[in-house]
């Protein structure tokens, strides 16, 4: 009986032997498990972060890029198109839904050949600015040159014009003994000195237009101005009065005549009928024509 118990107890012991040998097992696998899960784990997060740093300087490379680009005048459609991969390439990585594998190689093997077309355009662009430095002077001294010729253009188009002007100015008309006489109702004719306001009616004015030889022989339009006490130039547009230019303005006249210029020292006279008559006071009379004032007299009534 006392056997049989020992062999019971001997059992027993060798059923626990196994089953702690078993439990020992599986708890020390169980832990090399989850101790090569963490340095996995460990491995997996420091190759994201080696990861996202290189994305993020690729990134900022191809801004840089793009920006330089961009100032030289060059196509950026692929640095942009390039950088948004790259941030679609960077979400997926975060999330966890793709690997790089080789794509950091491709990105930089992407910006070595673009640092190279960078390169070549800006010798282009150099090659550029040398060319336009060189047109700029060349314009510059083209310009020199043309104001030169300009200003000797100038300075004989201003002596044509200044001797034009001097010609223009010997041939202008000359009236001289310019007299004027007042006529009555009656046709009475009085000198225009001290004449009374109830003896006169209109006025006619004689002068003589002198032989100029540089005076072309044509129609020459004579403005007469006759200008009140009040320094008013008499106008009605009833009696043939208007309107014409003198040094740059317009002036007004009292009445204008049409006279056939022979260049004879010829007698012209102009005659000027006031329904008005003429109140007291001294009046001023002045001829114009061609643009030139060509003579002046005056008279008065009392």
């Given amino acids: 009986m006392e056997n049989k118990n020992n062999t019971g107890l001997v059992i027993g012991l060798i059923i626990m032997t196994v089953v702690a040998a078993v439990f020992g097992y599986l708890y020390y696998q169980e832990r090399n498990i989850t101790t090569k899960q963490e340095a996995d784990l460990e491995v997996r997060v420091n190759e994201l972060a080696m990861n996202e740093i290189k994305l993020d300087s690729i990134s900022k490379q191809l801004d840089a890029k793009i920006i330089e680009v961009q100032g030289l005048g060059g196509n950026i459609e692929e640095l942009e198109k390039a950088k948004a991969n790259l941030e679609k390439d960077r979400a997926a990585l975060r999330k966890g839904t793709m690997t790089l594998g080789n794509k950091i190689k491709e990105y930089e093997s992407f910006l070595t050949k673009k640092d190279e077309e960078i390169a070549q355009l800006r010798e282009e662009n150099q090659q550029l600015i040398s060319k336009t430095e060189t047109l700029t002077q060349e314009k510059a001294e083209l310009e020199t040159s043309k104001k030169a010729v300009s200003d000797s253009l100038t300075g004989v188009v201003t002596k044509n014009a200044e001797l034009e002007s001097k010609v223009t100015m010997a041939a202008a008309l000359r009236a001289r003994n310019v007299k004027v006489y007042a006529i009555s109702s009656k046709g009475k ?104 004032q060509v003579g002046q007299g005056s008279f008065s009534v009392k």
Avoid: C, M, W
């Fill in 189 to 292: 004719v009085r000198e225009g000195e001290n004449v009374k306001a109830k003896r006169i009616d209109k006025i006619r004015v004689d002068f003589i237009l002198e032989k100029n030889p540089l005076t072309q022989n044509d129609t020459k339009k004579i403005y007469l101005r006759v200008i009140d006490p009040s320094g008013a130039t008499i106008a009605d547009d009833a009696t043939g009065s208007g309107k014409f230019e003198y040094n740059g303005q317009e002036q007004g006249y009292t009445i204008s005549q049409d006279v056939s210029y022979s260049n004879n020292n010829q007698d012209v006279s102009i005659l000027y009928d006031r329904n008005a008559g003429f109140k007291s006071g001294t009046y001023t009379i002045e001829l114009y024509s061609e643009g030139f």
